[in-house]
């Protein structure tokens, strides 16, 4: 985080993740990610952004966009979790449990630490061992029907103008200050 505050203050907020979140979105293939650890702003949409989820217990996940001055998993949470908890967890920014995100429906399965990284490779196998092209095929029909393409370019515009806002400098500055201070918030 502090190289990100130096980078604002010579040059302003770059969009570095927005474009790796892109490749990931757009990617035919299934896409499975493993979570063991803090997952948090970009982490946690890299996260939703998977086609499936597996966390350790020890995984948590936190949106704090609007505590940044941006909004971040705003398209794609929804899909995944309902509105309403949508709404609930990037207007608060507060941090869910590997427990609790898998009673949202925020990750698929949760394993212990140990077993998390086999666990994942596991699903890969079963998923690899099916028909590239069907599986190619159920990929787009389900993104068809989870369609989030405008809302994704609404919260990209929405991220382009607010990086730019000396509101979210300050605000990413004191963040990063605060986590300088004392370590990320635990709650």
């Known amino acids: 985080m502090t190289e990100a505050v130096t980078?604002?203050?010579?040059?302003?907020?770059?969009d570095g993740m927005a474009s790796t979140i892109v490749r990931v979105a757009r990617f035919s293939k299934p896409v499975l990610g493993c979570i063991n650890g803090a997952a948090y702003g970009g982490g946690a949409l890299l996260a939703v952004t998977c086609d499936v989820r597996?966390?350790?217990?020890?995984?948590?996940?936190?949106?704090?966009?609007?505590a940044y001055g941006l909004v971040v998993g705003g398209s794609q949470l929804p899909r995944i979790?309902?509105?309403?908890?949508?709404?609930e967890?990037?207007?608060?920014g507060r941090v869910v449990g590997a427990e609790e995100a898998l009673r949202i429906g925020l990750v698929n399965h949760v394993v212990s630490a140990e077993r998390v990284e086999a666990a994942t490779m596991e699903?890969?196998?079963?998923?690899?061992?099916?028909?590239?092209?069907?599986?190619?095929a159920t990929k787009r029909t389900v993104d068809r029907a989870t369609e989030v393409d405008e809302a994704?370019?609404?919260?990209?515009e929405a991220n382009s103008?607010?990086?730019?806002s000396p509101e979210h400098h300050a605000r990413f500055r004191a963040a990063a200050d605060r986590v300088a201070r004392r370590g990320e918030p635990k709650d």
């Open 89 to 92: 967890l990037l207007f608060t």
């Open 123 to 136: 699903m890969a196998q079963q998923i690899a061992a099916n028909s590239p092209e069907a599986l190619l």
């Open 7 to 14: 980078y604002i203050d010579s040059s302003g907020r770059s």
């Open 54 to 66: 597996i966390a350790s217990e020890t995984a948590a996940f936190r949106f704090p966009g609007a």
């Open 81 to 87: 979790v309902g509105a309403a908890k949508a709404k």
């Open 152 to 156: 994704v370019r609404v919260e990209a």
């Open 161 to 164: 103008a607010l990086r730019g």
